[in-house]
């Protein structure tokens, strides 16, 4: 399984931004999909995950700025960011949790980071 992420590049503070990420190849299930950012000289943090039943969490700093969402028929999950910051500044990558036929073990799988530029 392959995961695509799209979307990133260079925005002023206040501009927004729209990431996707595409999952592809043999996929029996997938749980959550979700994406985390590592800003430099900072440690990867967990930004935003929406589970298939379509639960939801973000992570403090970007609640009511960014919005996750999935199409499970494209098996594609979107980051919706506005009202961006120079603190958003970060490499995003995507992140998939995959069910295993016959089992109920989930395994990961990462997409390339899409580089995310805000400028002040």
């Known amino acids: 399984v392959q995961l695509q992420a799209s979307g990133g590049g260079l925005v002023q503070a206040g501009g927004s931004l729209r990431l996707s990420c595409a999952a592809s190849g043999i996929i029996f299930s997938i749980d959550t999909m979700g994406w985390y950012r590592q800003a430099p000289g900072k440690e990867r943090e967990l930004v935003a995950a929406?589970?298939?039943?379509?639960?939801?969490k973000y992570t403090d700093s970007v609640k009511g700025r960014f919005t996750i969402s999935r199409d499970n028929a494209k098996n594609t999950t979107y980051l919706e960011m506005k009202s961006l910051k120079p603190e958003d500044t970060a490499v995003y990558s995507c992140?998939?949790?995959?069910?295993?036929?016959?089992?109920?073990?989930?395994?990961?799988?990462w997409g390339r980071g899409t580089l995310v530029t805000v400028s002040s």
């Open positions: 929406i589970t298939s039943g379509g639960s939801i």
């Open positions: 992140y998939a949790l995959l069910g295993t036929p016959g089992t109920g073990i989930l395994r990961e799988s």
